[in-house]
């Protein structure tokens, strides 16, 4: 089964940020075009999925590690919190799995939480970074 993959993918709209976005996996069923509008609005969903404690998208902070798109639009998220302890672990992955599920055109959605490696707030975007008065 192919996949394809998408490490720390890129926000369309910070163009400060280091390119991330990922490339078509050679061999995939999934046309170029469509796999990188899913992948878009994938990232768009996972935009909607705030820290309750911080004012910025779990995506900006730089918490979703990995996203995976296989041959049946079937989608795998890697991702991790700020805090093995924080209040929210039980949540943040469900939270996560509906909205990617709410994505025209996903499949099943799986979501893995991992803290390896641990967050830092070098993963945060500079967006993530700015509204949080870090700059």
């Given at each position: 089964?192919?996949?394809?993959?998408?490490?720390?993918?890129?926000?369309?709209?910070?163009?400060?940020?280091?390119?991330?976005?990922?490339?078509?996996?050679?061999?995939?069923?999934?046309?170029?075009?469509?796999?990188?509008?899913?992948?878009?609005?994938?990232?768009?969903?996972?935009?909607?999925?705030?820290?309750?404690?911080?004012?910025?998208?779990?995506?900006?902070?730089?918490?979703?590690?990995?996203?995976?798109?296989?041959?049946?639009?079937?989608?795998?998220?890697?991702?991790?919190?700020?805090?093995?302890?924080?209040?929210?672990?039980?949540?943040?992955?469900?939270?996560?799995?509906?909205?990617?599920?709410?994505?025209?055109?996903?499949?099943?959605?799986?979501?893995?939480?991992?803290?390896d490696p641990p967050w830092d707030k070098?993963?945060?975007?500079?967006?993530?970074?700015?509204?949080?008065?870090?700059?």
């Amino acid at each position: 089964m192919e996949s394809k993959t998408a490490d720390k993918p890129a926000a369309a709209d910070t163009p400060a940020a280091p390119e991330r976005a990922a490339e078509p996996v050679a061999g995939s069923s999934i046309p170029p075009e469509e796999l990188e509008q899913l992948t878009a609005d994938i990232v768009a969903a996972l935009k909607t999925v705030y820290d309750p404690e911080i004012p910025a998208d779990i995506y900006e902070l730089g918490l979703i590690y990995k996203i995976d798109v296989d041959d049946e639009r079937n989608v795998a998220v890697e991702m991790t919190l700020t805090a093995p302890g924080c209040p929210v672990a039980g949540e943040m992955p469900t939270w996560v799995e509906n909205a990617v599920a709410g994505v025209a055109g996903v499949g099943q959605v799986s979501v893995k939480l991992t803290f390896d490696p641990p967050w830092d707030k070098d993963r945060m975007s500079d967006e993530a970074k700015l509204a949080l008065g870090m700059f």
